[in-house]
């Protein structure tokens, strides 16, 4: 079992940045890929950005590309989602969420296994 913990929400006019971070701990080599989820209120959970755990390969919606950055630090067990130049559609509670299996899409909810918390950013006009 993976356990998560998001922090680094919070209130940003647009156009400013933030930085999101997740920690992992308990079976963190079991990790294949970790990913970042945010939820609008009356929203569905959509996929924001993913990394592969050892090779570094990023996957973003294509919304974010261009503004957000998704970084991993294996030696620290924890993922970052830089977000830049945001914008009042990227209000949400952000999730991190942990995957352990090769099988599934990136952008798809059903392919991880463990989720933190989520963490809420709210961007302001």
């Known amino acids: 079992q993976v356990q998560l913990v998001e922090s680094g929400g919070g209130l940003v006019q647009a156009g400013g940045s933030l930085r999101l971070s997740c920690a992992a701990s308990?079976?963190?080599?079991?990790?294949?890929?970790m990913g970042w989820f945010r939820q609008a209120p009356g929203k569905e959970r959509e996929f924001v950005a993913a990394?592969?755990?050892?090779?570094?390969?990023?996957y973003y919606k294509d919304s974010v590309k261009g503004r957000f950055t998704i970084s991993g630090d294996n030696a620290k067990n924890t993922v970052y989602l830089q977000m830049n130049s945001t914008k009042p559609e990227d209000t949400a509670v952000y999730y991190c969420a942990a995957r352990t299996s090769y099988y599934g899409s990136y952008d798809s909810k059903l392919s991880y296994d463990s989720w933190g918390q989520g963490t809420q950013v709210t961007v302001s006009s």
């Open positions: 308990g079976r963190t080599s079991s990790i294949y890929a």
């Open positions: 990394i592969t755990w050892s090779g570094g390969i990023t």
